[in-house]
């Protein structure tokens, strides 16, 4: 993938989630399928796990995907707890 990836973190939580949903929503309508870098994330909950798949989903709609491209060992542990593994790249 050349898309370059966007960089997210620390905190993917319901604190940040306003601030990460309008980040994530201007990557999503920027057109083409979007990568993200999460290996700075160090707090991440279901807050963090709607904002990704609302992002996948929106992308979906238009045919592109969303690809995790890194993750930080709090994002694939939050991740697996909702068996959403296929998010990550590797």
Known sequence: ???PALTL???LTIGFAAAWRETLAD????????ALNLADVTDFDSAGVQLLLAARRSLAER????????ASPVVRDGLQV?????????
Do not use: H, K, R, S
């Not at 990557?27 to 979007?34: D, I, M, Q, R, S």
């Not at 909702?82 to 590797?90: I, P, S, V």
């Open 82 to 90: 909702f068996g959403l593994q296929t998010l990550l790249a590797d």
């Open 27 to 34: 990557a999503v309508n920027g057109g083409g399928e979007v």
């Open 9 to 11: 973190g620390p905190d």
């Open 1 to 3: 993938m050349d898309t």
């Open 63 to 70: 045919g592109q995907a969303l690809q995790i491209v890194a």
